[in-house]
């Protein structure tokens, strides 16, 4: 089994917003993730499945997915408590009689004094304090939303390089059974020759059933990684399968522009909305803790003479306006974790990418030597092994040594180009930048 190095390179970077938002934005970030393994679907398909490419699978993902409908209800939850938080008390509506109903001159009501008036409280500052504070609560819950996009967004795309990893892995063991098939047969010609060994016979019809073991093992773990597909993109009335090239080095940023991307990360970000938050929320106790000013004004009504009259006045609380400096001072320090927290991520994403790309440019390199090292020369001494095996100049434990070793080549190289798509799918959700779209 050959692979063409030179093609399976070639990579185009696009960058495109695969989202449009109807209830929310979603970010830049995401936009990372969707493009980050977007393979074409090339394999054949019948009337029951249906090839789907990164990118669809991920935008089905974010759009069936339960952890992405609860933000709706929370962006709901965060309204009413805006709409709530601009309700102001209510005026007072205050009726007041004196001297009625009493001894002697007053037992009656022709004396009396009646009052009608409206008392209202002076908390305009108060209300916006509390609807600014509101928004800003609420706006927290964008970051949320993008975090979980990001982290479902990676975890499809693993799930979706696994799947396509397994269909490379049943190819090669499919053509290894072929293999092995074809070598049992010559080994029984020349039994019946008169040239071959009864023990080889044996060792090699163990060796085919081992073969169709191997594929058995791993169409059974391609169904188990189906089921995992179709409950991520939130589909199970077809049979969407995903296709497409594995052999492809994706373009990797350095690490320089990886850190400038590092920086705008959703979770560093949301470290910042939080103690704009706080900062809101400290704001609003120093507003809670100032006098509020009631005026009340009214109608006074005298029965003795039928007259009228305006009353007014106000009441302004008397005390110091320190009665929430506990409170503030809470605020204060957890305004400090935040900013302390944020700041051990930051060290923690940045010794993360730094560990990545290394580990990026190692698989990389195992690529290249196994491509244009290892495989050439085993393929090289397996054409060999079999010519002298004909002519009776090897033993079969060589031969049978050499052809594993030519095929376990070829799993570790499926295996290790599926460990640089995932450590770059772990490099784009912890930078979110733009990616590219593999070619075939």
């Not at 393994?37 to 990164?54: C, Q």
């Not at 022709?110 to 002076?122: H, N």
Request: hydrophobic share 35%; proline share 2%; charged share 25%.
């Amino acid at each position: 089994m050959t692979f063409n190095s030179s093609s399976n390179r070639s990579c185009k970077p696009i960058t495109s917003r695969f989202y449009q938002r109807t209830h929310f934005w979603c970010s830049r970030y995401l936009l990372a993730c969707l493009m980050l393994f977007s393979i074409s679907a090339v394999a054949e398909t019948t009337d029951s499945t249906y090839p789907v490419t990164l990118d669809e699978a991920i935008q089905m993902t974010l759009q069936n997915h339960p952890e992405m409908s609860r933000y709706q209800y929370q962006k709901q939850r965060f309204d009413g408590l805006v709409k709530q938080a601009s309700v102001g008390q209510k005026p007072k509506l205050d009726v007041t009689i004196e001297d009625a109903f009493g001894s002697g001159d007053y037992s009656g009501f022709d004396i009396a004094q009646t009052t009608i008036g409206i008392t209202w409280i002076l908390d305009g500052d108060l209300i916006d304090g509390r609807v600014k504070a509101s928004k800003q609560a609420a706006s927290q819950v964008n970051f949320e939303r993008d975090i979980q996009a990001l982290d479902l967004s990676a975890n499809t795309a693993k799930i979706f390089i696994e799947h396509v990893a397994l269909q490379e892995q049943i190819k090669l063991a499919r053509l290894n059974l072929k293999q092995t098939e074809e070598a049992y047969q010559s080994i029984v010609s020349r039994n019946q020759k008169g040239k071959g060994s009864t023990i080889d016979t044996i060792q090699m019809k163990a060796n085919v059933a081992r073969a169709e073991l191997m594929i058995e093992d791993l169409e059974h773990e391609l169904k188990a990684s189906q089921r995992r597909f179709l409950n991520q993109v939130g589909e199970q009335s077809r049979l969407l399968t995903p296709k497409g090239n594995l052999f492809s080095i994706p373009h990797v940023n350095s690490f320089d522009e990886s850190l400038v991307k590092l920086k705008q990360h959703p979770r560093l970000s949301s470290f910042a909305n939080k103690s704009r938050v706080l900062e809101s929320q400290i704001e609003l106790a120093r507003i809670e803790a100032e006098p509020k000013w009631e005026i009340s004004t009214g109608v006074r009504r005298y029965e003795r003479t039928s007259d009228v009259g305006i009353v007014a006045g106000f009441s302004v609380p008397l005390g110091s306006s320190s009665s929430n400096a506990g409170k503030i001072q809470s605020l204060r320090a957890e305004q400090s974790i935040y900013q302390v927290e944020a700041e051990v991520l930051k060290r923690e994403l940045n010794t993360q990418l730094y560990v990545l790309l290394q580990e990026i440019e190692h698989s990389k390199h195992v690529i290249d030597v196994n491509q244009e090292t290892i495989i050439p020369l085993l393929k090289e001494a397996k054409e060999e092994v079999n010519k002298a095996y004909e002519i009776g100049r090897t033993s079969y434990l060589q031969w049978f040594n050499i052809h594993q070793d030519y095929l376990a080549a070829h799993l570790n190289l499926i295996s290790t180009y599926k460990t640089l798509h995932l450590q770059n799918i772990e490099l784009q959700r912890l930078t979110g930048t733009s990616l590219e779209t593999l070619e075939n």
